[in-house]
């Protein structure tokens, strides 16, 4: 249960991940009860039919952004009246957390309070500073943990004691630096990855994947959470089968640089792999018959952590893990959350009937036309909203299937498998060769979404190796269709990304993608030869995250001779 940063963030969904990896035998339902702008006082409001119809087991609640009133605050905002309503404003959100707390108990469910993510009042950026927001936020965990835990013998899992402390270490040698964001309230995807550590951290969550130790006699050391078997050696060389009980954790890159801030590694991803005695040299461990890692004799014999290669069949089980996990997250954060986002807010309108579409659409419509009239700065979030509303609302039920069906899907694929271990001589030279950089063959188009600022309607269809997209074009409208996919990259080895595509001449064609935190755009608006063509983009930074292909009109002033536009993509790699 929480607010924006629930709704659509990522933090229980990294969460998830840990526990669908970890405990593979122990399925269990995640269901996401975030509303973007929600208060507690909200929450109790909806409880009767977003909230209570799940009846929860668990139930963890984090909320308080939008309840201490972030306006009252602000080094310049001296007016008593505005400094009075700050405690008034706590106060009301401790009422409406007792309420909600009472309403989750009686269902049965088991409380886990989260102390409020960070307000970053101390980075040195140009959003306006709220400050004293971020005090007003610990005061209401403090007080959540003080007084709630205790009454309804809740757990609480601190995030915004050790996140504030880690910022504060995080800036101190640049201070426009944030965990959060630009807007200082809405974590990005390394600060909520640090969430999830923090809440994982709290429940004190064990770090062994898996631990397998022999010698090269073939004598078994030790193994934890893991069976060997059909162990082998002869000549320098050591063999067995291991059937691990749970995969690494896939540590996205999106994560950033947050494996540099908190011993994510060493606390929670440890599946270690040791081989003492071998003679010295250098050597490659191979999983069922792919080199995945090359290492001296020295680090064998130490021991090597196989969470941090991903070259390993488990790691990749992992990552597959992950992208149905990614699926899983979306259908809630981009389209059942808002529908239940619109009928929170939508039902404080007098006399309207939320369960009645047709009414529900005139009344968007009108307060999107309204807000378009005004020239209002929400203009542009509503009108999306709205068409995220009028589109999928009547696919509700088709949605909570394909849900359901990517989450058993998830908890087939998360079943570990036997894999047949080989450490024998060789070097580096023989992984470097095996590595592939291919990101995107669109053998199908399953994990790209529509991009949140699209605006029209388009026809998506793969076959034989080829992605095509068929997008409506309207004469004097600026037509916005884009798609976008979490697509991951190491950029320390690479230079280009390469794309092979074709679209109808004229056609405009971009690319973003997000690199080392910053959105970075790669093309813009470039039009379409009309042939098959391989867009080379120089990329330059570490790390790259969400990838979108842009394939919208930069302003509304195109003529079409067809009402449709077609793009077909091949390929998407990296060199």
Known sequence: VGDS?????RYHSFIYLYYATRFPEARFEMVNCGVSGDSAAGAVRRFPWDIEPHKPTVATVMLG?????????GKDKTDPKLVARRQGSIDGHMRSMDKLSGLLRGLGADLIYLTPSIYDQTAEIARYNNFGVNDALGTCGKRVGAELAPKYRAGVADLHGPMTALNAAYQAKDKTKTLVGADRVHPGDMGQFLMAYFFLDA???????????????GKVLGNANCTLSEIQAESGKVAFTSLEKALPYPVPLIAGEALELVPFLQKMNREMLTVRGLPGGDYVVVIDDEPVLAATAKELATGLNLATCKRTPMYRQAEAVAELNNERHAIPAYRLRTLAAQRHFMGRTKGLDTGNFEAMKAALEAKVAELKAKKHSLYGYMRGQAATYIKYKPLEQELLAELAKITDELWQANQPKPHRFVIRKGNAAEIAKAEGRVLADFSTFRGWRDASWMNTEAKVEAKDGIVTIVGQRRDGERDMLGYGKPLAADLTTVKVLK????????????????IDGKLTRLRSYVPATGEWETISLPLTGKRATGLTLILAESNPNAKWASPTVTYQFDQLWLE
């Not at 952004?65 to 605050?73: F, I, K, L, S």
């Not at 429940?203 to 006699?217: K, R």
């Not at 405009?508 to 993608?513: A, I, K, M, S």
């Open 65 to 73: 952004m939008n309840d201490v009133g972030r306006g009252n605050y």
């Open 203 to 217: 429940q004190q969550v064990p770090a062994v994947v898996a631990e397998m130790s022999v010698d090269a006699s």
């Open 5 to 9: 940063i629930t709704h659509s963030r």
């Open 499 to 514: 794309i092979r595509m074709k679209a109808d001449k004229g056609a405009p064609f971009g690319v973003e993608w997000s």
